[in-house]
Protein backbone atom coordinates (compact mmCIF):
# COMPACT_ATOMS: atom_id res chain seq x y z
CA UNK A 1 0.00 0.00 0.00
CA UNK A 2 1.17 3.13 -0.66
CA UNK A 3 2.50 5.61 1.84
CA UNK A 4 1.01 9.11 3.00
CA UNK A 5 1.87 12.47 4.69
CA UNK A 6 0.13 13.51 7.68
CA UNK A 7 0.32 16.76 9.07
CA UNK A 8 -0.85 17.93 12.56
CA UNK A 9 -1.02 21.11 13.11
CA UNK A 10 -2.14 23.09 16.56
CA UNK A 11 -1.57 25.22 19.31
CA UNK A 12 0.54 24.35 21.77
CA UNK A 13 -0.44 21.25 24.84
CA UNK A 14 -3.07 19.89 22.35
CA UNK A 15 -1.48 16.56 23.07
CA UNK A 16 -0.27 16.46 19.28
CA UNK A 17 2.87 14.61 19.79
CA UNK A 18 0.94 11.92 22.08
CA UNK A 19 -1.27 10.81 19.04
CA UNK A 20 1.62 11.85 15.96
CA UNK A 21 3.62 9.45 17.56
CA UNK A 22 0.62 6.84 18.49
CA UNK A 23 -0.34 7.33 14.67
CA UNK A 24 3.40 6.36 13.33
CA UNK A 25 4.05 3.69 15.04
CA UNK A 26 0.87 2.30 14.38
CA UNK A 27 1.20 2.79 10.44
CA UNK A 28 5.09 2.10 10.66
CA UNK A 29 5.49 5.67 9.64
CA UNK A 30 7.98 7.51 10.53
CA UNK A 31 7.27 10.98 12.95
CA UNK A 32 9.05 14.06 13.37
CA UNK A 33 8.10 16.60 16.22
CA UNK A 34 9.32 20.23 14.49
CA UNK A 35 8.70 21.70 17.65
CA UNK A 36 11.49 19.95 19.01
CA UNK A 37 13.92 21.71 16.58
CA UNK A 38 12.70 25.40 16.96
CA UNK A 39 12.71 24.60 20.89
CA UNK A 40 16.88 23.32 20.29
CA UNK A 41 17.18 26.64 17.67
CA UNK A 42 16.25 28.21 21.67
CA UNK A 43 18.20 26.28 23.99
CA UNK A 44 21.16 27.16 21.54
CA UNK A 45 20.63 30.50 21.87
CA UNK A 46 19.94 30.39 25.83
CA UNK A 47 23.25 28.51 25.99
CA UNK A 48 25.01 30.94 24.21
CA UNK A 49 23.87 33.97 25.18
CA UNK A 50 22.41 35.19 22.13
CA UNK A 51 18.67 36.05 23.75
CA UNK A 52 18.59 39.62 24.90
CA UNK A 53 16.26 42.45 25.09
CA UNK A 54 15.95 42.00 21.02
CA UNK A 55 15.17 38.56 20.01
CA UNK A 56 13.01 38.85 16.24
CA UNK A 57 15.29 40.98 14.64
CA UNK A 58 19.06 39.78 15.95
CA UNK A 59 21.49 39.19 13.84
CA UNK A 60 23.65 37.08 16.20
CA UNK A 61 21.09 34.39 16.20
CA UNK A 62 20.89 34.59 12.62
CA UNK A 63 24.76 34.27 11.88
CA UNK A 64 24.81 31.44 14.40
CA UNK A 65 22.39 29.27 12.60
CA UNK A 66 24.95 27.76 10.56
CA UNK A 67 27.18 26.25 13.47
CA UNK A 68 23.41 24.27 14.53
CA UNK A 69 23.38 20.87 14.01
CA UNK A 70 20.21 19.37 14.86
CA UNK A 71 19.39 15.59 14.49
CA UNK A 72 17.03 12.83 15.22
CA UNK A 73 17.99 9.55 16.53
CA UNK A 74 15.88 6.97 17.19
CA UNK A 75 15.45 5.13 20.58
CA UNK A 76 15.10 1.76 20.43
CA UNK A 77 13.29 1.74 24.12
CA UNK A 78 11.18 4.71 23.72
CA UNK A 79 10.47 3.92 20.07
CA UNK A 80 10.33 7.70 18.52
CA UNK A 81 13.10 10.20 18.01
CA UNK A 82 14.93 11.73 20.22
CA UNK A 83 16.68 15.41 19.70
CA UNK A 84 20.13 15.95 19.42
CA UNK A 85 22.02 19.47 19.54
CA UNK A 86 25.40 19.32 17.89
CA UNK A 87 25.14 15.56 18.85
CA UNK A 88 24.01 16.01 22.39
CA UNK A 89 21.08 15.12 24.01
CA UNK A 90 18.92 17.28 25.17
CA UNK A 91 15.18 16.10 24.98
CA UNK A 92 15.22 17.20 28.73
CA UNK A 93 16.52 20.77 28.13
CA UNK A 94 14.49 21.93 25.37
CA UNK A 95 11.04 21.13 26.94
CA UNK A 96 12.10 23.04 30.51
CA UNK A 97 10.03 26.62 30.79
CA UNK A 98 12.75 28.48 30.53
CA UNK A 99 12.74 27.28 26.22
CA UNK A 100 8.88 27.29 26.55
CA UNK A 101 8.97 31.07 27.45
CA UNK A 102 11.06 32.02 24.44
CA UNK A 103 10.86 29.49 21.90
CA UNK A 104 7.85 31.24 20.41
CA UNK A 105 10.06 34.56 19.82
CA UNK A 106 12.77 32.30 17.90
CA UNK A 107 10.11 30.73 15.69
CA UNK A 108 9.29 34.26 15.14
CA UNK A 109 12.53 34.60 13.20
CA UNK A 110 12.47 34.19 9.06
CA UNK A 111 15.78 32.61 8.59
CA UNK A 112 15.13 30.20 11.81
CA UNK A 113 11.49 29.06 9.94
CA UNK A 114 13.57 28.68 6.55
CA UNK A 115 15.94 26.54 7.90
CA UNK A 116 13.86 24.44 9.56
CA UNK A 117 11.30 24.07 7.06
CA UNK A 118 13.91 22.84 4.65
CA UNK A 119 15.09 19.98 6.97
CA UNK A 120 11.25 19.16 7.42
CA UNK A 121 10.42 19.23 3.68
CA UNK A 122 13.60 16.73 3.31
CA UNK A 123 13.20 14.73 5.92
CA UNK A 124 9.30 14.17 4.20
CA UNK A 125 10.64 13.72 0.61
CA UNK A 126 9.39 9.51 0.92
CA UNK A 127 6.25 9.97 2.61
CA UNK A 128 5.20 7.39 4.86
CA UNK A 129 6.13 10.26 7.57
CA UNK A 130 3.60 12.11 10.58
CA UNK A 131 5.03 15.69 11.48
CA UNK A 132 3.55 17.52 13.73
CA UNK A 133 4.04 21.48 14.23
CA UNK A 134 2.18 24.69 13.60
CA UNK A 135 2.58 25.36 9.75
CA UNK A 136 3.04 21.40 8.56
CA UNK A 137 -0.41 21.68 6.76
CA UNK A 138 0.34 25.14 5.78
CA UNK A 139 3.92 25.86 4.28
CA UNK A 140 6.08 22.16 4.75
CA UNK A 141 3.33 20.01 3.27
CA UNK A 142 0.64 21.80 1.49
CA UNK A 143 -0.47 18.64 -0.20
CA UNK A 144 0.24 16.35 2.81
CA UNK A 145 -2.98 13.76 1.82
CA UNK A 146 -4.43 14.25 5.83
CA UNK A 147 -4.25 17.18 7.49
CA UNK A 148 -5.05 18.00 10.96
CA UNK A 149 -5.69 20.93 12.98
CA UNK A 150 -6.25 20.36 16.70
CA UNK A 151 -7.66 22.32 19.35
CA UNK A 152 -8.73 22.28 22.58
CA UNK A 153 -9.49 25.14 25.54
CA UNK A 154 -6.50 27.34 26.82
CA UNK A 155 -7.59 26.07 30.50
CA UNK A 156 -7.38 22.22 29.65
CA UNK A 157 -3.90 22.39 27.66
CA UNK A 158 -2.30 24.43 30.37
CA UNK A 159 -3.67 22.01 32.70
CA UNK A 160 -2.17 19.17 30.97
CA UNK A 161 0.98 20.56 30.46
CA UNK A 162 1.38 21.83 34.28
CA UNK A 163 0.78 18.01 35.36
CA UNK A 164 3.13 16.70 32.64
CA UNK A 165 5.93 20.10 34.55
CA UNK A 166 5.29 18.79 37.77
CA UNK A 167 5.64 14.80 37.05
CA UNK A 168 9.46 16.28 35.44
CA UNK A 169 10.26 17.78 38.79
CA UNK A 170 9.75 21.56 37.64
CA UNK A 171 8.68 23.82 40.04
CA UNK A 172 5.83 25.68 38.55
CA UNK A 173 2.34 26.88 39.45
CA UNK A 174 -1.05 26.51 37.01
CA UNK A 175 -1.35 29.80 36.27
CA UNK A 176 2.45 30.74 35.39
CA UNK A 177 1.72 27.65 32.53
CA UNK A 178 -1.63 28.86 31.91
CA UNK A 179 0.08 32.47 30.86
CA UNK A 180 2.72 31.06 28.92
CA UNK A 181 0.03 28.93 27.13
CA UNK A 182 -1.66 32.14 26.18
CA UNK A 183 1.11 34.06 25.77
CA UNK A 184 2.19 31.37 22.82
CA UNK A 185 -1.35 31.12 21.03
CA UNK A 186 -1.13 34.96 21.36
CA UNK A 187 2.40 34.83 19.06
CA UNK A 188 2.44 31.71 17.40
CA UNK A 189 -1.18 32.89 15.37
CA UNK A 190 -0.21 36.41 14.84
CA UNK A 191 3.21 36.46 13.62
CA UNK A 192 4.19 37.48 10.25
CA UNK A 193 5.74 34.44 8.87
CA UNK A 194 3.43 31.23 9.07
CA UNK A 195 1.43 31.88 11.60
CA UNK A 196 -0.85 29.34 13.32
CA UNK A 197 -4.01 28.67 11.27
CA UNK A 198 -5.97 25.97 10.07
CA UNK A 199 -4.82 24.56 6.99
CA UNK A 200 -7.18 24.42 3.36
CA UNK A 201 -8.50 20.85 3.57
CA UNK A 202 -7.59 20.53 6.78
CA UNK A 203 -9.88 18.31 9.55
CA UNK A 204 -10.46 20.46 12.79
CA UNK A 205 -9.98 18.32 16.06
CA UNK A 206 -11.02 19.57 19.45
CA UNK A 207 -10.24 16.96 22.11
CA UNK A 208 -11.29 19.13 24.91
CA UNK A 209 -13.31 16.38 26.21
CA UNK A 210 -11.84 13.62 24.26
CA UNK A 211 -8.99 10.56 26.08
CA UNK A 212 -6.31 9.37 24.41
CA UNK A 213 -7.79 6.14 22.70
CA UNK A 214 -10.86 7.85 21.18
CA UNK A 215 -8.10 10.38 19.64
CA UNK A 216 -6.16 7.52 18.29
CA UNK A 217 -8.96 5.40 16.90
CA UNK A 218 -10.51 8.67 15.25
CA UNK A 219 -7.35 9.77 13.41
CA UNK A 220 -6.41 6.47 12.82
CA UNK A 221 -9.34 5.71 11.26
CA UNK A 222 -8.91 8.90 8.94
CA UNK A 223 -5.54 7.84 7.86
CA UNK A 224 -7.16 4.44 6.84
CA UNK A 225 -9.64 5.98 4.92
CA UNK A 226 -7.39 8.07 2.72
CA UNK A 227 -5.22 4.95 2.32
CA UNK A 228 -8.25 3.22 1.19
CA UNK A 229 -9.16 5.64 -1.25
CA UNK A 230 -5.54 6.14 -2.56
CA UNK A 231 -5.34 2.38 -3.30
CA UNK A 232 -9.05 2.80 -5.11
CA UNK A 233 -7.50 5.46 -7.21
CA UNK A 234 -4.91 3.75 -8.62
O1 LIG B 1 4.90 22.19 19.71
P1 LIG B 1 5.82 22.90 20.70
O2 LIG B 1 5.10 23.53 21.86
O3 LIG B 1 6.95 22.05 21.13
O4 LIG B 1 6.43 24.10 19.84
C1 LIG B 1 7.31 25.02 20.40
C2 LIG B 1 7.20 26.36 19.71
O5 LIG B 1 7.75 26.28 18.41
C3 LIG B 1 5.81 26.93 19.58
O6 LIG B 1 5.64 28.04 20.43
C4 LIG B 1 5.70 27.40 18.16
C5 LIG B 1 6.95 26.97 17.47
N1 LIG B 1 6.71 26.10 16.31
C6 LIG B 1 6.54 26.69 15.11
O7 LIG B 1 6.51 27.91 15.02
N2 LIG B 1 6.38 25.93 14.00
C7 LIG B 1 6.40 24.60 14.08
N3 LIG B 1 6.25 23.87 12.97
C8 LIG B 1 6.56 23.96 15.33
C9 LIG B 1 6.72 24.75 16.44
Do not use: C, W
Not at 2 to 15: C, E, L, P, V
Not at 69 to 81: A, G, I, K, P, Q
Not at 199 to 226: C, H, P, W
Amino acid sequence: MGKITIAIDGYSSTGKSTIAKQLAKALGYVYIDTGAMYRAVTLYALQNGLIGEQIDDNPAIVESLSKIDLEFRYNDTLEYSEMYLNGIHVEKEIRSLEVSRYVSRIAEIKEVREMLVGMQQKMGQGRGIVMDGRDIGTVVFPNAELKVFMTASPEKRAYRRYKELLDKGEKVTYEQVLKNVQSRDRIDSSREFSPLRKAEGAITFDNSDMGLQEQFERLYNYAKRVLESKKGAH
